[in-house]
């Protein structure tokens, strides 16, 4: 395979293609205090340049060069050769949010479960630390979600899921500011801490909570456990939830891995690990989560996902791979799921944990090798993923 790069040398994983995005966290937010967020548009996701590639395709419909590939180095010590790697030598990256476009290089924000630190990765370029929140990591709590605000363009507002001594929460900050807590005392158990964070689209933000150890509790109204809660960037029920003035938007989860939609916003997922499975559900408002849209009962450890369209994928923070999962033109899952990412087919980076996309064709996603993995020197790390399967699924495991 022969690839006349463009502009930006971005490789992306698995499937030879070239990036250009995204952005730089600026300092315009800093020393204002915090005010709700107004209703305002949120702001075009990045667009990828695609390079040109000469190739045949396989049998699969998939790219396959005529030759075998270079085999790619092995990392020394922070250096990494895969071009899909922008970032290493971090420590169990839990969260990832992809950053907007407004530079020449893929961008994110990565948050470390068990340090609680949150870094602006950009492909190129060294980590920058912007902020260290105060976590208690124990029963797998932490810092385990992360998300933009629905109108980051404007405000700069980050939202984090952390775990203290006392609760699990919500906590909101931007660059320059100690972070604000919006949304207290969900409860905080041995167990059942994870949490997980995205937008819907709509204007306003989604918690996945845990249900703290207590299985009563997600099917408990009053309480914030094992829910997947819709509230606006001031932490109160957001306009149009299924009972008003309440943040229960779904319930029946016990320990989420990862919240995620699609790019129209019509689709919502959220994966859970519960007592015999590991279960992916999709969210409906006022819906019990009781009808798994799909279970795995081996117990990969489903982490965090993300919708492209006509696949859906999901890391696992235990198998060590990637479930990529057909979308129906319905919006339901396909058939069977294919493992990709998993090292068998010369890419694949250990275990995986947070996750969100760059746009409808590519995603970020950080690997928690240190969280009983086997870490290469460079480990942890955030990488760049094609969300896309090539005609006939060819990027996938055969």
Not at 15 to 37: K, M, N, Y
Not at 143 to 171: C, H, K, M, W
Request: hydrophobic share 35%.
């Amino acid at each position: 395979m022969r690839i006349r790069w463009g502009r930006a040398p971005w490789l992306v994983a698995a499937c030879g293609v070239v990036l250009a995005g995204c952005a730089s966290f600026d300092d315009r937010a800093a020393g204002q205090t915090f005010e709700p967020a107004p209703q305002l548009t949120a702001p075009a996701g990045p667009q990828p340049q695609l390079p040109e590639i000469d190739g045949s395709s396989d049998a699969d419909g998939g790219s396959r060069p005529s030759a075998a590939p270079t085999p790619i180095p092995p990392p020394q010590g922070c250096t990494d050769f895969d071009k899909a790697v922008i970032a290493t030598c971090l420590d169990t990256v839990s969260a990832v949010a992809a950053l907007p476009n407004t530079g020449s290089a893929p961008s994110a924000l990565a948050g470390e479960r068990k340090s609680g630190r949150v870094l602006q990765v950009t492909g190129g370029a060294p980590a920058v630390d912007l902020i260290d929140l105060d976590v208690q990591p124990t029963g797998d709590g932490g810092l385990t979600g992360l998300a933009l605000s629905p109108t980051y363009s404007e405000d700069q507002l980050v939202f984090a899921y952390i775990t203290t001594a006392t609760d699990n929460r919500v906590v909101r900050f931007t660059k320059g500011q100690q972070p604000k807590p919006i949304l207290t005392g969900i409860p905080k158990g041995a167990t059942g801490n994870r949490g997980a964070l995205s937008t819907d689209g709509k204007g306003a933000l989604l918690v996945a909570t845990g249900d703290a150890g207590n299985p009563s509790a997600g099917a408990d109204p009053n309480s914030l456990a094992g829910k997947v809660l819709r509230i606006d960037t001031s932490g109160n029920a957001a306009a149009g939830n299924p009972t008003p003035g309440s943040r229960v938007y779904a319930s029946g989860l016990r320990s989420p891995g990862g919240l995620c939609k699609s790019a129209d916003g019509t689709r919502i997922w959220v994966t859970d690990h519960g007592d015999a499975a590991d279960i992916l559900y999709r969210v409906g408002a006022g819906i019990s989560l009781s009808v798994p849209a799909w279970t795995w009962p081996e117990k990969p450890g489903l982490s965090g996902c993300a919708d492209g369209g006509d696949s859906l994928m999901i890391g696992t923070s235990l198998a060590g791979n990637v479930q990529q999962l057909p979308i129906t033109l319905d919006g339901s899952v396909g058939g069977q799921p294919k493992p990709i990412m998993d090292g068998k087919n010369g890419t694949g980076y250990g275990r995986y944990g947070g996750m969100d996309p760059l746009d409808t064709q590519y995603a970020f996603v950080g690997t928690v090798n240190k969280d009983g993995g086997r870490p290469v020197s460079s480990d942890d790390r955030v990488v760049i993923m094609q969300l896309q399967p090539s005609p006939g699924g060819g990027s996938g495991k055969d």
